[in-house]
């Protein structure tokens, strides 16, 4: 039992260090984050792996977001609707979303194609995304995963101007601002 107290308080102060952000007096606004694995890729289209979902989550954004009582809020949509039979969803863009870098220096717009470019990536087999299969939800999305149809432009998803994005789906899936959450989902600047 002794050694697990000892355990006990080596955590919560090194706890307390990495909470600690003061440095040579300055504040600082650095956020800091210890991860449960070795993280082996930023590549957030490609992975399925949690640790890596994690980082993505603190890099880009998505269409839709979660507040902390898991209600669904406008993220980089800031409108969207279903059709009749929920077989198409449309998503209109805010017009101020930014790509930026790490130093958070602005340098493009977020733009509709740039979700196509996406879900071209992940359905690119050659790129072993490997959370492919969730988007074969989008018509045509598994034919052209697997090769059997070669134009991208068949898939269900299109840039019907510069912020607006529209999902065509294999059936009605009234659940789909569910799917777009997924790191599948988000746009690609590649």
């Known amino acids: 039992m002794r050694k697990y107290w000892w355990l006990f308080v080596c ?22 984050v210890v991860y449960s694995g070795e993280i082996k890729t930023l590549n957030y289209l490609k992975t399925s792996e949690t640790n890596e979902f994690a980082v993505a989550a603190n890099m880009v954004d998505g269409l839709i977001e979660y507040d902390k009582y898991g209600v669904v809020q406008p993220g980089l949509a800031k409108e969207w609707s279903a059709n ?39 359905l690119d087999a050659k790129n072993e995304s490997s959370t492919a299969w969730i988007a074969t939800v989008v018509k045509n999305g598994e034919a052209f ?14 840039a019907l101007d510069e912020h607006t994005v529209e999902y065509t789906l294999e059936a009605s899936t009234p659940y789909f601002s569910f799917y777009v959450k997924l790191r599948l989902f988000l746009p690609s600047e590649w």
């Open 11 to 32: 955590l919560v102060v090194l706890f307390c260090v990495a909470c600690n952000d003061e440095k040579s007096g300055e504040k600082g606004s650095e956020y800091r």
């Open 145 to 158: 995963y697997n090769g059997e149809m070669t134009d991208f432009k068949q898939v269900g998803i299109k």
């Open 84 to 122: 009749e039979d929920a077989t198409v969803w449309t998503f209109k863009l805010r017009d101020d979303a930014k790509w930026v870098t790490h130093e958070g220096k602005e340098y493009a717009d977020v733009v509709a194609q740039d979700f196509v470019d996406g879900l071209q990536y992940v």
